[in-house]
Every structure is written in structure tokens, then in C-alpha cells.
T-cell receptor, first 113, second 113 residues
Framework: DQQVKQNSPSLSVQEGRISILNCDYT??????FLWYKKYPAEGPTFLIS?????DKNEDGRFTVFLNKSAKHLSLHIVPSQPGDSAVYFC????????????FGTGTRLQVFP | DAGVIQSPRHEVTEMGQEVTLRCKPI?????LFWYRQTMMRGLELLIY????????DSGMPEDRFSAKMPNASFSTLKIQPSEPRDSAVYFC???????????FGEGSWLTVV
């Protein structure tokens, strides 16, 4: 069973608007969450993270929100740019143990002009 | 600085043949991971090493898969015999200490026909 789920395989957003990527998890022991971005023919790269003691973390145009009661997190990109077009993976771990990251299936974001 | 280096980038092989994927982690990183990316399951952790010692191989799908890390700068993932369902992108990643960012290689695209 997938412990980390990204139910939207793809998302298309116009440049300048907000992109919202969603992620749900089932394991209540998860306390550290990350988003990775992957361009074609490249490996995933770390984007932003959040620990369970927070409900929001912001880094420039990227903000991650965590709703622990709903076991849900989301990544907001504002404003979206064409260069943001990539696959975004949500990942989770227990006790900051990045040795055991559990990844979702990814969401392909396309930002069009 | 060089990132995680993987080879080959692309491999097409016939069912039943042996496949060996190679990885050179970032110098100084003490943990190495092998992940597999598929559409259905996203990024799955196959195995990880810490200080060249296999720590968790519970993600290795079956006995046809094996991984070695003879020294701190080299690891292999071998599939023997290969099957069409092994077709995927295999990523190697490394990290310097748990809790830090994982760095991925560019991946090895495997197609088994």
C-alpha cells in the first residue's frame, strides 16, 4: 500500500497563477515531509521541507502547508513560471530519518504561457 | 563538485540477460541509496548502504536483484536474469548523515524487451 499518495498525476496551470500540488499520507508516525522536483532526464532535486511541529514553511515562491489532522500537505507555487514545469514528488519520513524516505508517485506540473 | 554519477544512462537488453548498473556517490557521503521509479509506484527505495554496509534491502523486489558497495566510491545494482517488468528508471542517491538532503544521480533508464 502506498503510504504517501499523490492522487493527481498531472496539473496544468497558466503562467502567473498559483499551482497547488497535493499529497496525502497514511502513516501517523511521519513527522518530516519534503518536496522534490524532477526535470526530464535528470534526478530529483530537493525543493522544500517541513517538520510536523510547523504547519507552514515558505521559501520564495514556494510554500508548503501541513495539515496533520487530515494527514495532508500541499505545495503552493506563486506565481507559477514555465520553468516550474516538472514532476513533483512528495516524500515523508519518521524522525527526520532521510535514510527512509517514502515517496509518492509524483505529479507532473505544466505551466503554460 | 561532481554530483552522483550513474552509468549507463540508457540500457536496452533482452529478457534473461544480466544487467549491471553503476553508481559513484558524492565524495564524503556515507550513505548510498538505490531507488526505482515507475509510473505506478513512484520512487521506491530498493536498498541503502551506510559506510559501505547494506542496512536495509527490504525494498529489493526479489532474488534476481542484488547490490554491492565494495568501497566508499562505488556501488552496483545487478539484475540477473532481467525481465520486462524490470523496465524502469533506476536512481542512485547519496547523503552525508541522516537528516541531511539526499542528492540523486541522473538515473539509468532500463528497458528489458
Amino acid at each position: 500500500d502506498q503510504q504517501v499518495k499523490q492522487n493527481s498525476p498531472s496539473l496544468s496551470v497558466q503562467e502567473g497563477r498559483i499551482s497547488i500540488l497535493n499529497c496525502d499520507y497514511t502513516n501517523s508516525m511521519f513527522d518530516y515531509f519534503l518536496w522534490y522536483k524532477k526535470y526530464p532526464a535528470e534526478g530529483p532535486t530537493f525543493l522544500i521541507s517541513i517538520s510536523s511541529i510547523k504547519d507552514k514553511n515558505e521559501d520564495g515562491r514556494f510554500t508548503v502547508f501541513l495539515n496533520k489532522s487530515a494527514k495532508h500537505l500541499s505545495l503552493h507555487i506563486v506565481p507559477s513560471q514555465p520553468g516550474d514545469s516538472a514532476v513533483y514528488f512528495c516524500a515523508a519520513s519518521v524522525r527526520y530519518n532521510t535514510d527512509k524516505l517514502i515517496f509518492g508517485t509524483g505529479t507532473r506540473l505544466q505551466v503554460f504561457p | 563538485d561532481a554530483g552522483v554519477i550513474q552509468s549507463p544512462r540508457h540500457e536496452v537488453t533482452e529478457m534473461g540477460q544480466e544487467v549491471t548498473l553503476r553508481c559513484k556517490p558524492i565524495s564524503g557521503h556515507n550513505s548510498l541509496f538505490w531507488y526505482r521509479q515507475t509510473m505506478m509506484r513512484g520512487l521506491e527505495l530498493l536498498i541503502y548502504f551506510n559506510n559501505n554496509v547494506p542496512i536495509d534491502d527490504s525494498g529489493m523486489p526479489e532474488d534476481r536483484f542484488s547490490a554491492k558497495m565494495p568501497n566508499a566510491s562505488f556501488s552496483t545494482l545487478k539484475i540477473q536474469p532481467s525481465e520486462p517488468r524490470d523496465s524502469a528508471v533506476y536512481f542512485c542517491a547519496s547523503i552525508q548523515g541522516a537528516g541531511n538532503t539526499i542528492y540523486f544521480g541522473e538515473g539509468s533508464w532500463l528497458t528489458v524487451v
